[in-house]
């Protein structure tokens, strides 16, 4: 696929996505890398333009980011934001009480904590994203397994085979303390967001090493 067609296909992905203003993103191509630039008004903006990037049939990866230019009008100061953050992780019923602890700097949200799941350590970031005057996350929350390696192994591997957009034969997982490493081939960059998402999703992962590879 040439690099003007994944442009174009770029192109309109974000045009077809409502979430996203494209009237200020700069786009090239080149050897199936997307670079971008320009700017959006909030972080979750920024979020959405990344995923939908991603999404595109070609994209091998991205280089650059756009950036967070938020309007006057829906500027927070950072004790607000901070504020504000707290109430949303009090909120969130998957999140151990006090578990996440938040540090607000130029509208810079900084996430730490320990949690027993990664997808403990997403939601939270989640929450944050769609709050406004955020311009960026910096998550470094710690996941503490609390499930032994072969259990996690299993269960990733009986979640590959349930996924319809997974060809689970072509994929090996390994386990090295709680690390999840995944070898071997995939389709293209959806079905490896897929597989990644999955061994992320299990219980006990902190972290994960894809070296699946296109093709």
């Not at 494209?22 to 920024?46: Q, R």
């Not at 979640?159 to 690390?179: C, Y």
Request: charge should be negative; charged fraction near 30%; hydrophobic fraction near 45%.
């Amino acid at each position: 696929m040439s690099d003007a067609a994944i442009r174009k296909d770029v192109l309109a992905e974000l045009d077809f996505e409502s979430s996203i203003n494209d009237a200020h993103i700069d786009i090239a191509v080149e050897n199936g890398i997307v670079t971008l630039g320009g700017y959006v008004t909030s972080y979750a903006e920024k979020h959405g333009v990344e995923q939908a990037v991603l999404r595109v049939k070609g994209v091998r990866a991205i280089a650059g980011t756009v950036d967070v230019r938020v309007p006057n009008e829906r500027k927070y100061s950072d004790e607000q934001i901070a504020e504000r953050a707290l109430k949303v992780l009090r909120w969130n019923s998957v999140l151990p009480e006090d578990a996440v602890k938040v540090q607000v700097l130029d509208g810079w949200v900084s996430l730490n904590g320990e949690v027993p799941t990664y997808y403990q350590r997403t939601m939270a970031e989640e929450g944050i994203r769609l709050l406004e005057g955020v311009v960026g996350i910096i998550n470094q929350i710690t996941v503490k397994p609390l499930i032994k390696a072969d259990d996690v192994k299993r269960k990733i591997e009986e979640a590959l085979l349930r996924r319809a957009r997974v060809e689970a034969s072509r994929i090996k997982v390994s386990i090295d303390g709680s690390q999840v490493i995944l070898d071997g081939h995939v389709h293209d960059w959806d079905e490896r967001q897929v597989v990644k998402v999955t061994a992320w999703a299990a219980p006990g992962v902190s972290s994960v090493l894809d070296r699946t590879v296109i093709g």
